[in-house]
């Protein structure tokens, strides 16, 4: 029977393509769709065909064969966007390549980055033309995000396992992520806010009490358990973990996804786990508080209510945090972790890679 449909683009790279798409692939000042090309047709020189190489790095089949068709057609220079309409581009593949390896593999000697105004000086091109191509490539060289790598020896373990919990909860069991958000401050502006586009406050504000808030979002569900107490001792942490335990049916397991915080690890901690068997602790790694998806939650509570509101009081403080919690479980919206942990050690092992590439540089200067 013969076979249909648009026969697939074979890739094969020299040695240079290679070396630059790998580069690019891991290089954590790349941006995540130019990363994600390059693992695409490195993938595709590999061999494999579009459903294979789709369902290995987690994308679309139709992504897959654009990138392969595009880098086919175009080389190195077709992983950028498409041009929009308009006048055709009055410089060579030449002049890009070159400000998308300078951008991402040099620096000025005066700078951390490079400028656009820097880049058109040493090209000839205007800065428009620079700022066209990182928007097309993805590229923002003056942002800087961070990052600290763990030292916990455990690290690979409490990724598996946390991840494990998120992609392939147990059965008969409810998945909880717990954190605490301490000394939220009761703060009134000394002016009201104004309601223009952006939004304007007052720089200067007074001081009316803090309050620590407990939560324990459910992932499947994505509902949250809240206590709002005036301290986050041992003691604090004991009396949410009770609250917790009442409200969840007595025939389900409970796995408690928790930081590293010396709150959670105190005999006391310890005393009451050993009398409710149906408790498990999951730490996250050592600064790998991002793993835990209470923070997401966290995030949303303060950029959608906290940051411009004003109270007097910590009681109007506390009624503002209820009133938001109790409209949030009224139509919950779970966070959807989407990594495995495969996909996360690889990311890890990259960037470990561009640091020990980055160190041995600066060390031998080549």
Same mark, same amino acid.
């Given at each position: 029977?013969?076979?249909?449909?648009?026969?697939?683009?074979?890739? %094969?790279?020299?040695? $240079?393509?290679?070396?630059?798409?790998?580069?690019?692939? #891991?290089?954590?000042?790349?941006?995540?769709?130019?990363?994600?090309?390059? @693992?695409?047709?490195?993938?595709? *020189?590999?061999?494999?065909?579009?459903?294979?190489?789709?369902?290995?790095?987690?994308?679309?089949?139709?992504?897959?064969?654009?990138?392969?068709?595009?880098?086919?057609?175009?080389?190195? $220079?077709?992983?950028?966007?498409?041009?929009?309409?308009?006048?055709?581009?009055?410089?060579?593949?030449?002049? /890009? $390549?070159?400000?998308? /390896? $300078?951008?991402?593999?040099? *620096?000025?000697?005066?700078?951390?980055?490079?400028?656009?105004?820097?880049? *058109?000086?040493?090209?000839?091109?205007?800065?428009?033309?620079?700022? %066209?191509?990182?928007?097309?490539?993805?590229?923002?060289?003056?942002?800087?995000?961070?990052?600290?790598?763990?030292?916990?020896?455990?690290?690979?373990? @409490?990724?598996?396992?946390?991840?494990?919990?998120?992609?392939?909860?147990?059965?008969?069991?409810?998945?909880?992520?717990?954190?605490?958000?301490?000394?939220?401050?009761?703060?009134?502006?000394?002016?009201?806010?104004?309601?223009?586009?952006?939004? #304007?406050?007052?720089?200067?504000?007074?001081?009316?009490?803090?309050?620590?808030?407990? *939560?324990?979002?459910?992932? &499947?569900?994505?509902?949250?358990?809240?206590?709002?107490?005036?301290?986050?001792?041992?003691?604090?942490?004991?009396?949410?973990?009770?609250?917790?335990?009442?409200?969840?049916?007595?025939?389900?397991?409970?796995? /408690? /996804?928790?930081?590293?915080?010396?709150?959670?690890?105190?005999?006391?901690?310890?005393?009451?786990?050993?009398?409710?068997? #149906?408790?498990?602790?999951?730490?996250?790694?050592?600064?790998?508080?991002?793993?835990?998806?209470?923070?997401?939650?966290?995030?949303?509570?303060?950029?959608?209510?906290?940051?411009?509101? &004003?109270?007097?009081?910590?009681?109007?403080?506390?009624?503002?945090?209820?009133?938001?919690?109790?409209?949030?479980?009224?139509?919950?919206?779970?966070?959807?972790?989407?990594?495995?942990?495969?996909?996360?050690?690889?990311?890890?092992?990259?960037?470990?890679?561009?640091?020990? %590439?980055?160190?041995?540089?600066?060390?031998?200067?080549?």
């Amino acid at each position: 029977m013969a076979r249909r449909g648009r026969p697939t683009v074979q890739i %094969e790279l020299t040695p $240079e393509e290679q070396q630059t798409l790998q580069r690019w692939a #891991r290089r954590h000042k790349s941006s995540q769709a130019l990363a994600q090309r390059c @693992r695409i047709v490195l993938a595709c *020189a590999e061999g494999g065909t579009n459903n294979e190489i789709a369902e290995r790095l987690g994308v679309n089949r139709v992504t897959v064969s654009k990138w392969r068709r595009r880098f086919a057609a175009d080389r190195l $220079e077709g992983l950028a966007d498409a041009p929009r309409p308009g006048a055709a581009r009055k410089i060579g593949d030449d002049v /890009v $390549e070159a400000i998308v /390896v $300078e951008t991402l593999e040099s *620096a000025p000697k005066d700078a951390t980055h490079w400028s656009t105004r820097g880049l *058109a000086a040493k090209h000839g091109i205007s800065g428009q033309t620079v700022s %066209e191509i990182w928007r097309a490539f993805g590229l923002k060289p003056w942002r800087q995000d961070e990052f600290k790598v763990s030292p916990d020896p455990d690290l690979v373990e @409490r990724i598996r396992d946390i991840v494990g919990l998120y992609l392939n909860p147990p059965v008969a069991a409810a998945v909880f992520a717990v954190d605490e958000k301490p000394q939220m401050q009761a703060l009134n502006r000394s002016a009201p806010t104004l309601p223009t586009t952006p939004a #304007r406050a007052t720089h200067d504000y007074e001081r009316n009490g803090t309050v620590d808030l407990f *939560a324990a979002l459910e992932i &499947a569900t994505g509902k949250v358990i809240t206590d709002l107490r005036p301290s986050h001792t041992s003691a604090d942490f004991v009396a949410f973990l009770n609250k917790v335990n009442r409200e969840v049916p007595t025939e389900l397991e409970v796995h /408690v /996804v928790l930081d590293n915080l010396s709150t959670h690890k105190t005999p006391q901690v310890q005393q009451w786990l050993l009398r409710h068997k #149906r408790f498990h602790f999951h730490f996250t790694p050592t600064y790998g508080s991002w793993m835990n998806l209470v923070e997401r939650w966290f995030s949303a509570l303060t950029t959608k209510k906290l940051q411009r509101s &004003a109270h007097r009081s910590v009681k109007a403080l506390t009624d503002d945090i209820r009133a938001w919690v109790e409209t949030w479980n009224d139509d919950p919206k779970p966070f959807v972790w989407h990594k495995s942990a495969d996909e996360i050690l690889q990311r890890l092992a990259g960037y470990c890679a561009t640091i020990n %590439e980055n160190d041995r540089f600066n060390l031998t200067g080549h």
